[in-house]
């Protein structure tokens, strides 16, 4: 039994030996493996701990960077801010601008408007009262033609009544003047209606420097032909007051014939004025001596000259003041002209020939030719002065034309100055209108 015993303790000793020892082997390899545990831990800490410094510099680093990009996006904002503020305040502007341009251009365009209505309406109430006045100026031309046909008809009888020699001899010599005069007057009375027809048909045109163009052509055109009728003119005006010396030389010779002291007393003025008398004057001259038998017919022809003449000259002084157009002025140099030839015989004081109006057209035409007898005793002839002034006025007319022209001509270069200065202006503003608008619309 105690053996048993013994084995069963032996056993139970072994057993407990081979378990402490398992036991050992154990708690090594435990503390070995804690040991391993704790080196890898403390590994595993210092990666960390490099990690996290790192994490740490890239978190400060991407902290400065955001706060950098912030501070940008702050600056770009607050200039986005103020670009919007500087547009708006640009469109304004602008808007402002294109109103001021707009208004100007309308100004300016009621200004041209109205410069250009003005302008019709002067020249439409130009046109009528330039009408009206070639109207009676027609009608005073057409009657004074008239008149001049009747003296001319009674002048030709007078002439028909002398010899055939005569008649041959002087007839074409008396005539030519008068026929001349007739002759240009008709071709300046056809070439006013002709203009005043070019008138009425460029008056409806809209152009107006056209219109005035044709007004300042018109106007040198007519100054042209007063001027080449005051040369010829004054030629015939010489002519005539050298035939009518003559012819009443010739007939107070013929009436000193039968008053011998008359004779006596002429006789001087008679031969100072045939010296200054050309020789064809005085063989176209000879044939205007009229014969008693026709005195009543003179002095009829003689009355109805000095009304005409008279009537001429009234028109002539009423119409001055308002004609001013050269049409209008040259139809009126026209008809004072024309009366030169009417007005060439008036009846003498004794009812016998038809003599200047003054009574002593011997002595005073011998006057004015340098006669030893009449100077310093008579005024000058009546006739003579009246053609003399005739010829001023014709001269002064002349002049006037030339100076409206001129006038004309400056005030149209004005005018096409202003014209030219709008027109540019009206185009400067219309491209920077348009510059402005295209702008506009890109912004």
């Known amino acids: 039994m105690e053996t048993s015993s013994e084995i069963e303790n032996s056993l139970s000793r072994k057993s407990e030996d081979s378990d402490d020892i398992d036991l050992n082997t154990k708690v090594q390899t435990l503390l070995e493996r804690i040991e391993k545990l704790e080196g890898e831990k403390e590994h595993i800490r210092e990666e960390f701990g490099h990690q996290r410094a790192k994490m740490k510099e890239l978190y400060l680093q991407k902290e400065v960077l955001s706060d950098e990009v912030i501070s940008e996006v702050k600056k770009l904002s607050s200039e986005l801010d103020e670009a919007k503020s500087q547009l708006v305040v640009a469109g304004f502007r602008l808007e402002s601008d294109l109103q001021d341009e707009k208004r100007k251009c309308q100004e300016e365009i009621a200004s041209l408007q109205q410069i250009v209505q003005e302008t019709v309406e002067e020249s439409s109430t130009s046109r009528s009262k330039y009408e009206c006045e070639m109207k009676r100026l027609r009608r005073a031309n057409e009657r004074l033609e008239s008149e001049l046909h009747e003296l001319r008809t009674v002048v030709q009888q007078h002439q028909q009544q002398g010899t055939a020699e005569k008649g041959e001899r002087d007839n074409a010599p008396m005539l030519a003047p008068g026929v001349m005069l007739s002759a240009v007057t008709k071709t300046l009375a056809r070439k006013v209606v002709s203009q005043l027809g070019a008138d009425a048909s460029s008056a409806s045109q809209d152009n107006l420097e056209d219109s005035m163009r044709k007004v300042n052509k018109y106007a040198q055109e007519d100054a042209e032909v007063l001027r080449s009728l005051v040369i010829p003119l004054e030629e015939e005006i010489q002519a005539l007051k050298e035939k009518l010396r003559y012819t009443d030389q010739q007939l107070r010779k013929y009436e000193g014939d039968k008053d011998d002291p008359v004779k006596w007393s002429e006789e001087p003025a008679d031969t100072s004025c045939k010296e200054n008398v050309p020789l064809a004057v005085q063989n176209d001259t000879t044939s205007d001596v009229v014969s008693p038998s026709r005195d009543n017919s003179v002095n009829s022809s003689g009355n109805k000259t000095n009304q005409t003449a008279s009537s001429l000259e009234t028109d002539g002084h009423q119409t001055q ?70 010829l001023v006025r014709a001269q002064q007319r002349a002049r006037e034309l030339e100076k409206q022209v001129a006038t004309q001509e400056r005030t149209v270069d004005r005018y096409r100055e202003d014209l030219a200065k709008e027109s540019d202006f009206r185009k400067d503003m219309e491209e920077k209108w348009n510059e402005k608008k295209e702008e506009h619309k890109i912004q």
């Open 321 to 390: 003041p308002v004609t001013n157009s050269p049409k209008a002025n040259a139809m009126i140099t026209s008809s004072s002209l024309s009366e030169i030839e009417v007005t060439s015989t008036k009846k003498s004081p004794d009812g016998q020939s038809p003599i200047p109006a003054d009574g002593g057209g011997s002595e005073k035409d011998c006057e004015s030719v340098g006669s030893p007898v009449s100077q310093g005793k008579q005024p000058p002839c009546d006739m003579c002065s009246n053609y003399e002034a005739q």
